[in-house]
C-alpha cells in the first residue's frame, strides 16, 4: 500500500527534524568552544562560587564539582562510575552554604535536591537520577544503629555504586495479580552533609569525606570580608 503525503505532512516533518536537529548559534559556538578548551576552567569555576559569596573553601568547592560532574560518566564495565561525598563537621560549621553556592552554577535539571525521604519514594521520581547528582541535605538517615532507616541507605548505596536499582513487588493489573517491576536508572552520585563522623557502614566506604574550614584564619577572612561588604 502507497500512502500519499501532503504537504502540510512534509511540513510538520521537517519542522520535526528542525526540533531534533537546532540551528546554534555560531557565536554561541564559538564561546561554548572556549570555553570548553579553558586550562584554566576548573579554577575559574570555583573562582566564581567564591564570588557568589564563599570566603576560601577551594578544596571543598571543587570536590562538589568533581562529585557533580561524575554523574555525567558512562556507565563502567562493573558498574556506575559516579562517585559520592560528604562533608562532615559540627553543626554551624558552614557546611552547607559552599554547597548551595556551588548548586547555584549549575543547571536544576543536574542535581536533586531532598531534605529526606524514604526508600521507596525514590522510584516515583518523574525525571529519574539518570546522569543527575542526588543532593541530601543531612545525612540522618543514612546513619548506622541508632538513626534513620537503613533500607534507604542500601537503596542509595546500590544506586551509586551500580547505577541501577530495582523494586520488586506483587500488584494487581485487571484485577489480576501480578508481579510488577519498578527500576530507577543511573548514573547517579550523591553529596550529602552530616554532623556525625561516620555514616551507614558500606556506604561511607564508597565516599569521598570533607570537612569545612574551622581555621582561626579562615575566620579571620570571614570577619575582613564581611567589614568589607559591609563598608560598600
Known amino acids: ?20 536537529n537546532p ?7 564559538q564561546m561554548v568552544e572556549q570555553i570548553a578548551s579553558d586550562p584554566m576552567l576548573f579554577k575559574n569555576r570555583i573562582e566564581m562560587v567564591n564570588r557568589l559569596g564563599v570566603i576560601g573553601e577551594r578544596r571543598n568547592i571543587g570536590t562538589y564539582m568533581v562529585v557533580i560532574d561524575s554523574s555525567l560518566l558512562p556507565m563502567g564495565t562493573s558498574g556506575s562510575e559516579a562517585l559520592a561525598g560528604k562533608n562532615s563537621g559540627p553543626q554551624g560549621s558552614g557546611k552547607s552554604h559552599p554547597l548551595f553556592t556551588t548548586l547555584k552554577i549549575y ?13 521507596k519514594s525514590l522510584y516515583n521520581l518523574n525525571d529519574g537520577l539518570k546522569h543527575r547528582a542526588l543532593i541530601l541535605t543531612e545525612a540522618l538517615q543514612l ?10 541507605a542500601y537503596s542509595i548505596r546500590t544506586l551509586v555504586s551500580e547505577g541501577r536499582l530495582k523494586y520488586q513487588y506483587t500488584g494487581f493489573i485487571d484485577k489480576k495479580k501480578v508481579t510488577i517491576v519498578q527500576e530507577l536508572t543511573g548514573p547517579t552520585s550523591l553529596l550529602t552533609t552530616t554532623i556525625h563522623g561516620k555514616l551507614e557502614e558500606q556506604l561511607e566506604d564508597r565516599m569521598i569525606t570533607i570537612h569545612p574550614n574551622t581555621t582561626g584564619e579562615q575566620t579571620r577572612d570571614i570577619i575582613s570580608k564581611t567589614a568589607e561588604m559591609a563598608s560598600g
Open 23 to 29: 540551528v546554534i548559534d555560531p557565536e554561541i559556538q
Open 1 to 20: 500500500m502507497i500512502k500519499e503525503i501532503n504537504d502540510s505532512e512534509i511540513s510538520d516533518s521537517c519542522e520535526d527534524c528542525l526540533e531534533e
Open 143 to 152: 546513619q548506622s544503629g541508632r538513626y534513620g532507616d537503613n533500607e534507604l
Open 107 to 119: 543547571p536544576k535539571s543536574a542535581y536533586y535536591l531532598i531534605t529526606s525521604a524514604s526508600a
